[in-house]
C-alpha cells in the first residue's frame, strides 16, 4: 500500500510570507495526487490534482500554487500568505479509480 | 458538476445505540462510492467502498454500507456503536470513472461510554 510523507505537521507564518508544503508517496509509482483543504464542517475541498510530473489542475481560483517536480513528490506554495490561507492541508494519493491514502496533514495558522 | 450530501453534521451517541449516516449523491450515472474515517490524531482512511455487485458491503470494524442506486444513496450502518468509534466520517463519490472524488461535508459522531 502507499504511505504519504507530508511535512511540517503544523506551521505558524505571517501575513505576507511564503509558504511550501511539501508531500512525498512511497509504495507506488505514476500514483495521481492531491492537495486538500479541510475545513471544519466544510468537509475537504479539493484544490489540486496531478496525473503526471509537471501536470497540475486547479479546482478553484485562490492564493495558492502546487507543483509536481518529481513524479511522486507533490509541492504547495503561496508567494505571499493571506489569513484566509490558514487551515488544514491534506496531501492525498492514488492508482486510478481506487481509494485515496492521506498524509497526516498540516495545520497552517496565519496571523 | 456531482455532488455529495450527508444530512448529519454531528451525532451523539451512547454505546450500543445503532448508527446510521446519511449520504445522497447528484450524479445519474455510474458511480464508485466510498466512506472515509478520520479517528482523532490519525489519517483519514478507508472504511468501506462500493464499485459493483452485491449493495450491501462490509467493511471494517463491523460497518456497512448499502448502496440503493435510486435514491442516489449510499448510507453507513453500524448495529452496535463503541466509543472507539468516536471519529469524522466522510462519504465521497467518484462519478462516471473520474479519479477526482467529490466529498460530504463530514460527519462527527461522538460515542458516549
Known amino acids: 500500500s502507499q504511505t504519504i510523507h507530508q511535512w511540517p505537521a503544523t506551521l505558524v507564518q505571517p501575513v505576507g510570507s511564503p509558504l511550501s508544503l511539501e508531500c512525498t508517496v512511497e509504495?507506488?509509482?505514476?500514483?495521481?495526487l492531491y492537495w486538500y483543504r479541510q475545513a471544519a464542517g466544510r468537509g475537504l475541498q479539493l484544490l489540486f490534482y496531478?496525473?503526471?510530473?509537471?501536470?497540475i489542475s486547479s479546482e478553484v481560483p485562490q492564493n495558492l500554487s502546487a507543483s509536481r517536480p518529481q513524479d511522486r513528490q507533490f509541492i504547495l506554495s503561496s508567494k505571499k500568505l493571506l489569513l484566509s490561507d490558514s487551515g488544514f492541508y491534506l496531501c492525498?494519493?492514488?492508482?486510478?479509480?481506487?481509494?485515496?491514502?492521506f498524509g497526516s496533514g498540516t495545520q497552517l495558522s496565519v496571523l | 458538476a456531482q455532488s455529495v450530501s450527508q444530512h448529519n453534521h454531528h451525532v451523539i451517541l451512547s454505546e450500543a445505540a445503532s448508527l446510521e449516516l446519511g449520504c445522497n449523491y447528484s450524479?445519474?450515472?455510474?458511480?464508485?462510492l466510498f466512506w472515509y474515517v478520520q479517528y482523532p490524531g490519525q489519517h483519514l482512511q478507508l472504511l468501506l467502498k462500493?464499485?459493483?455487485?452485491?449493495?450491501l458491503v462490509k467493511g471494517i470494524k463491523g460497518f456497512e454500507a448499502e448502496f440503493i442506486k435510486s435514491k442516489f444513496s449510499f448510507n453507513l450502518r453500524k448495529p452496535s456503536v463503541q466509543w472507539s468509534d468516536t471519529a469524522e466520517y466522510f462519504c465521497?463519490?467518484?462519478?462516471?470513472?473520474?479519479?477526482?472524488?467529490?466529498f460530504g461535508r463530514g460527519t462527527s459522531l461522538i460515542v458516549h461510554p
Open positions: 492525498a494519493s492514488s492508482t486510478g479509480v481506487e481509494k485515496l491514502f
Open positions: 509504495g507506488t509509482s505514476n500514483p495521481n
Open positions: 496531478s496525473v503526471g510530473i509537471g501536470q
Open positions: 450524479y445519474g450515472g455510474t458511480v464508485n
Open positions: 462500493y464499485f459493483s455487485g452485491d449493495p
Open positions: 465521497a463519490v467518484n462519478a462516471g470513472g473520474s479519479y477526482i472524488p467529490t
